[in-house]
């Protein structure tokens, strides 16, 4: 074989690893939106080093999950909902597609909230006029206006949002990676954080809390439509498997990074908001951390912001019948719906300063039923697979997908509680 030859297979071969790289990282860019980024950072700061095995376990899950979802996006010719539908009745599936828009649409206004955070944090308190009074609605009315354009101006939306995700991903990597070459962490006291240590008492909380912003079903079972609008099918299995690797290496690499800068830097700090963890930051790193981190967080909450929606109109258009595609009017017009549910809560909550913790409380309340709902439409998809190599593995996953989900309510079960009787 000619060295001609040789090169021409290297090249056909990365260009398709390129190529294959997509679904997930939509994914991966709505996972990791400031919930995840504010869990990493309380994580980091209370517990060091210790539970980075925790966030290594979880991404495994999730890459497994979302390698599940892509096997289930190939395997079937219609899409999920309806599947479900045809299965065990359409009533059935409204209920899943409702409960999943309803919880889209209550945690929407926090990525709006974060944005808020950014622009605050940028003007300071030095800012006059209107830019200090109104600058965060503002912009967060301008950002939802421009994701709607994103959605009904691109003859390809789904094309431009994949585009659009792997942009705001390559942004998020340089403002926490750079926060992270600063603080240049103990190489082996990282390395340790690696070998599990279980934790005990109040501390569960915590482990289970860090694998829920990791390990997010909602994103996974995302991913069957991601392929779908792909148009990949059975022979594409490989291109599934490179995709969900490297998505979720993505997810896992940022979080693993902001857990360990959070480490580094403020080990014993009280973190309660993003804020805190950008102003906590300036004074230990200097100010151009404070940039980065805020750099990166508003790429978080602004892929975090459209794909939110984008996943939650698009399950509630297939759960009642209507197309299923980011193409298509329904998925459009409810996604729309979901960002303006989003925004005008945030508003509210911004300009009148009310509390958010009916809407969360609402939102934690809607997860409780329906994480499992979606991990058990996930394991039932996978039961009916048509029969192959991949229908035995396949439900493995999912059953422990739905254990996960299980655990990851029951402790929704005891944050509600402890805020209904606090």
């Not at 539970?51 to 395997?75: C, E, N």
């Not at 219609?78 to 945690?107: H, M």
């Not at 402790?411 to 509680?417: A, K, N």
């Amino acid at each position: 074989m000619s060295e001609a030859t040789v090169e021409t297979q290297n090249k056909i071969s990365f260009l398709r690893i390129i190529k294959a790289i997509g679904p997930a990282i939509v994914v991966a860019s709505v996972v990791l939106g400031p919930g995840s980024i504010l869990s990493n950072s309380k994580v980091g700061a209370s517990y060091g080093y210790d539970m980075i095995w925790v966030l290594g376990l979880a991404s495994l899950f999730m890459a497994l999950t979302v390698f599940l979802a892509a096997v289930l996006g190939i395997s079937y010719e219609k899409s999920p909902f309806t599947e479900i539908a045809d299965r065990l009745g359409r009533p059935f599936a409204i209920v899943i597609g409702l409960v999943f828009f309803l919880i889209t649409s209550c945690f929407q206004f926090t990525n709006n909230l974060a944005i808020v955070d950014v622009v605050n944090i940028a003007i300071g308190s030095n800012a006059e006029g209107v830019m200090a009074q109104y600058g965060s609605l503002i912009v967060i009315v301008l950002v939802n206006l421009g994701l709607v354009w994103a959605l009904y101006g691109s003859s390809a939306p789904y094309q431009f949002i994949e585009k659009l995700m792997m942009l705001m991903v390559g942004i998020m990597l340089v403002g926490f990676v750079v926060n992270l070459v600063v603080v240049w962490p103990p190489i082996d006291e990282v390395a340790r954080g690696f070998i599990p240590q279980m934790p005990s008492g109040s501390d569960i909380v915590m482990l289970v809390g860090m694998f829920g912003t990791t390990f997010s079903i909602a994103g996974a079972f995302y991913q069957i439509y991601g392929v779908r609008e792909k148009k990949w099918t059975r022979d594409d299995l490989a291109n599934g498997i490179v995709d969900s690797i490297a998505g979720i290496m993505v997810l896992g690499g940022i979080s693993f990074v902001i857990m360990v800068t959070s480490a580094t830097v403020l080990r014993g700090s009280d973190v309660s908001s993003i804020t805190d963890v950008a102003k906590q930051l300036n004074p230990l790193i200097g100010p151009r951390a404070e940039v980065m981190f805020c750099v990166g967080l508003a790429a978080g909450a602004f892929s975090s912001l459209l794909v939110n929606a984008l996943i939650g109109g698009t399950a509630l258009s297939d759960s009642l019948g209507l197309p299923a595609s980011v193409n298509d009017g329904p998925v459009k017009m409810f996604t729309v719906a979901g960002l303006a549910v989003g925004m005008i809560a945030a508003i509210i909550i911004n300009w009148l300063q009310w509390s958010s913790v009916n809407l969360i409380v609402t939102a934690q309340a809607l997860t409780v039923v329906g994480v499992p709902l979606l991990a058990f439409a996930m394991l039932y998809l996978a039961i009916h697979l048509p029969p192959s190599r991949l229908k035995v593995p396949s439900c493995m996953i999912a059953t422990c997908s739905m254990i996960i989900a299980v655990v990851i309510s029951g402790r929704m079960v005891m944050i509600l509680f402890e805020k209904l009787t606090g």
